[in-house]
Nanobody
Framework: QVQLVESGGGLVQAGGSLRLSCAASGRTFNIYTMGWFRQAPGKERTFVAAIRWSGGSGYYADSVKGRFTISRDNAENTVYLQMNSLKPEDTSVYYC??????????????????WGQGTQVTVSS
């Protein structure tokens, strides 16, 4: 089992920045990939970014490419999502997720077995 706890959400004006954190605990040695998803009211949960736990650069949804950066600190078992140039359409609940799958490019919610409770990000215009 893996437990994930997100933090760092809040209210920010358009053009501003936020950094989300996701602390993992439990059987973290089995984790291959950590991801971030988001879900706006009345909409499906969608992929934002992901990164392999062992290293390498992350991969991103087109809607956030160039504005968001995912990173990890293995010593702290923490994954971060730096969000810059925020737009009102980025307003969502953001969820951290962990996967034991060794496959590449995990873009679907079905690829992840563990989820955090979510943190609200609100971008005002």
């Amino acid at each position: 089992q893996v437990q994930l706890v997100e933090s760092g959400g809040g209210l920010v004006q358009a053009g501003g920045s936020l950094r989300l954190s996701c602390a993992a605990s439990g059987r973290t040695f089995n984790i291959y990939t950590m991801g971030w998803f988001r879900q706006a009211p009345g909409k499906e949960r969608t992929f934002v970014a992901a990164i392999r736990w062992s290293g390498g650069s992350g991969y991103y949804a087109d809607s956030v490419k160039g504005r968001f950066t995912i990173s990890r600190d293995n010593a702290e078992n923490t994954v971060y999502l730096q969000m810059n140039s925020l737009k009102p359409e980025d307003t969502s609940v953001y969820y951290c997720a962990a996967s034991y799958s060794s496959r590449l490019l995990l873009l679907s919610t079905n690829d992840y077995g563990y989820w955090g409770q979510g943190t609200q990000v609100t971008v005002s215009s």
